[in-house]
């Protein structure tokens, strides 16, 4: 699985949106990039996930770079239930893949 | 019911207690996960089963014993645990290992 760096913290105000990155430079080819978020004390939620191309769904969008170095996961219309910690992952590939969280970004949206 | 359940929400036990922990999934998923959550740390993976091979142990202690008898349902026994054992653990599933989990609401373990 590759290794994923993300700010330990952001702050965002209610109703912009909230730009999260990931960097993820030793991804290979085939690893999809997956992206989580847990609200306190929950089981965490997943949001998307993408391998070359963006994405989006009724949640958040998720662009890509084009080199797979880096992605950003963006939540449109911040809301203060958005407040959580995003999980940015690559669990790799092969005959089976293992999930590692990191520590993720903090996001705080702020009325 | 639907999604993934986890049961209790909440156990107590002493070090010297054996008790279970049960996760069922309602999704037709094909892989299921536990992770240990510490306050203020990282999620940790523990047991990975994918058509229920165990196919990860995350260098668990053997206090920790995995059983997945069919795709639906995955257990975590527990025997002579010690109060750093105390954690949030969380059962995920996914259609397969490697796809994207479905969490369960988790079990607040407190050993005394």
């Known amino acids: 699985d590759a ?47 993408g391998l070359k191309n963006n994405e989006t769904n009724e949640m958040a969008s998720l662009i890509i770079t084009e080199d797979r170095k880096s992605s950003t996961l963006i939540l449109p219309h911040a809301t203060l239930r958005d407040t959580a910690v995003y999980y940015c992952i690559a669990p790799g590939s092969g005959g ?12 705080q949206v702020i009325p | ?15 010297t207690n054996k008790k279970s922990l049960k996760c069922e999934q309602h999704l037709g998923h094909n892989a299921m996960y536990w992770y240990k959550q510490s306050a203020k740390k990282p999620l940790e993976l523990m047991f990975v089963y994918n058509f229920k091979e165990q196919t990860e142990n995350n260098s668990v202690p053997s206090r920790f014993s995995p059983e997945c008898p069919n795709s639906s349902h995955l257990f975590l026994h527990l025997h002579t645990l010690q109060p750093e054992d105390s954690a949030l653990y969380l059962c995920a599933s996914s259609p397969r290992a490697g796809d994207e989990q479905f969490f369960g609401p988790g079990t607040r373990l407190t050993v005394l």
């Not at chain 1, 430079?25 to 949001?47: A, D, F, K, L, M």
């Open chain 1, 96 to 107: 089976y893949q293992k999930v590692t969280f990191g520590t993720g970004t903090k996001l």
């Open chain 2, 1 to 15: 019911e639907t999604g993934v359940t986890q049961t209790p929400r909440h156990l107590v036990m002493g070090m």
């Open chain 1, 3 to 49: 290794k994923t760096t993300q700010p330990t913290s952001m702050d965002c105000a209610e109703g912009r949106a909230a730009n999260l990155p990931c960097n993820h430079s030793t991804i290979s080819g085939n690893e999809y990039v997956y992206w989580y978020r847990q609200i306190h004390s929950q089981g965490p939620q997943y949001i998307i996930h």
